[in-house]
């Protein structure tokens, strides 16, 4: 079936660095790619996006490239923050044989510690 | 609006147990989902709807079932629970389909003994 795979699982940086984690996908009819951020004990919530038809996108300090011949699509923020600490999380649209509606499929996560 | 809302926050069954799990949302979204989260392993998929009286199955649906008889609520149910149940449970909602922003509600966080 679908699958995301998402590396690394935890991510230590220093302040000001930046930091980068990547996700692979197994359909290659995805094309929706979104990222989400969940801080501790709250819920996930969308930091940025991209569609199939581009392959890039940036908003401020954060950026998503995509490379669909590979598969993969990766995030990026630059000058991180303490306030970035969160556990990522990357996801791609994907389709059911059975009935043809899309979903999404979520990769494993990526703890970031942002260290001062 | 009070957005994506989940109901009970926590709760600890006892294995073999039945209970529904709440989710309502009052932004006129269409598309809604059921995830659970476990540690290392992410968002995984339990069932989705892409609009009243129509659901499907995500990546491990077994041992849950949904309906979606409005637009505005999605209830999770477990029929017998199993302490493989253990985890928390995050609805979530769209408009229109996953193409969207996925809102998520606050969670549930279930305890299966």
């Known amino acids: 079936g679908e699958n995301v795979e998402q590396h690394p699982s935890t991510l230590s940086v220093q302040e000001g660095d930046s930091a980068v984690i990547k996700c692979t996908y197994s359909d290659s009819a995805s094309n929706y790619f979104p990222w989400y951020k969940q801080e501790l004990g709250k819920r996930p919530q969308l930091i940025i996006d991209?569609?199939?038809?581009?392959g890039e996108k940036k908003d401020q300090r954060i950026a998503v490239t995509l490379n669909k011949t590979a598969k993969h699509f990766s995030l990026h923020i630059t000058e991180t923050q303490p306030e970035d600490s969160a556990v990522y999380f990357c996801?791609?649209?994907?389709?059911?044989?059975?009935?043809?509606?899309?979903?999404?499929?979520f990769g494993a996560g990526t703890r970031l510690a942002v260290h001062p | 609006n009070a957005g994506v809302t989940q109901t009970p926050k926590f709760q600890v069954l006892k294995t073999g147990q039945s209970m529904t799990l709440q989710c309502a949302q009052d932004?006129?979204?269409?598309?809604m989902s059921w995830y659970r989260q476990d540690p290392g392993m992410g968002l995984r998929l339990i069932h989705y709807s892409v609009g009243a009286g129509i659901t499907d199955q995500g990546e491990v649906p077994n041992g849950y079932n949904v309906s979606r008889s409005t637009t505005e609520d999605f209830p999770l149910r477990l029929l017998s629970a199993a302490p493989s149940q253990t985890s928390v449970y995050f609805c979530a909602s769209s408009k229109g389909t996953v193409y969207n922003e996925q809102f998520f509600g606050p969670g549930t966080r279930l305890t299966v003994l």
């Open positions: 996801a791609a649209s994907a389709t059911m044989f059975s009935g043809g509606y899309n979903k999404l499929i």
């Open positions: 991209i569609r199939s038809n581009v």
């Open positions: 932004m006129n979204h269409e598309y």
